[in-house]
């Protein structure tokens, strides 16, 4: 496959790009449709991480990230943004969220909102992530909407 990767410079470009591409590209949920917003972050959540390339901040469309041979970046921002997307498709009220362990951000995951409740959806990692489960202590902490 081939993907046009635009190097990000900073985490504001990374959450506009995260943003856009789930708005944008809800028609790559289509195969995933039929699956609820849990068996979906089960489902993101199993694939494997993968790093930007050193040096390089990327994001990729669902098209992508989704797809079980894709050898590009799977990293946060990748995983994050098809859950979002599927968010939008059900409907379901959806934030992205930059935190760091420090002053400064390093991880964005997604949250949605359930009965009334932020749930984290943080599939970055397929053996460290469960539903509801923080991956990182957050001194640095931004939540961004559509």
């Given at each position: 496959?081939?993907?046009?990767?635009?190097?990000?410079?900073?985490?504001?470009?990374?959450?506009?790009?995260?943003?856009?591409?789930?708005?944008?590209?809800?028609?790559?949920?289509?195969?995933?449709?039929?699956?609820?917003?849990?068996?979906?972050?089960?489902?993101?959540?199993?694939?494997?991480?993968?790093?930007?390339?050193?040096?390089?901040?990327?994001?990729?469309?669902?098209?992508?990230?989704?797809?079980?041979?894709?050898?590009?970046?799977?990293?946060?921002?990748d995983k994050t943004v098809?859950?979002?997307?599927?968010?939008?498709?059900?409907?379901?009220?959806?934030?992205?969220?930059?935190?760091?362990?420090?002053?400064?951000?390093?991880?964005?995951?997604?949250?949605?909102?359930?009965?009334?409740?932020?749930?984290?959806?943080?599939?970055?990692?397929?053996?460290?992530?469960?539903?509801?489960k923080k991956l990182y202590?957050e001194k640095f902490r931004?939540?961004?909407?559509?």
């Amino acid at each position: 496959m081939k993907k046009t990767v635009v190097p990000l410079e900073n985490y504001i470009q990374t959450v506009e790009t995260v943003l856009r591409l789930a708005k944008d590209y809800t028609k790559d949920l289509i195969p995933f449709y039929g699956m609820t917003i849990f068996a979906f972050y089960d489902y993101v959540r199993r694939l494997p991480y993968i790093p930007d390339p050193v040096g390089k901040e990327t994001v990729s469309r669902p098209k992508y990230t989704l797809n079980p041979d894709w050898t590009g970046a799977r990293d946060c921002d990748d995983k994050t943004v098809p859950i979002l997307a599927k968010a939008i498709v059900l409907n379901i009220p959806a934030r992205a969220v930059v935190c760091g362990e420090t002053e400064r951000p390093h991880h964005i995951y997604p949250e949605i909102k359930m009965n009334g409740d932020w749930i984290i959806a943080d599939a970055t990692y397929p053996n460290r992530c469960v539903l509801n489960k923080k991956l990182y202590n957050e001194k640095f902490r931004k939540e961004f909407y559509f």
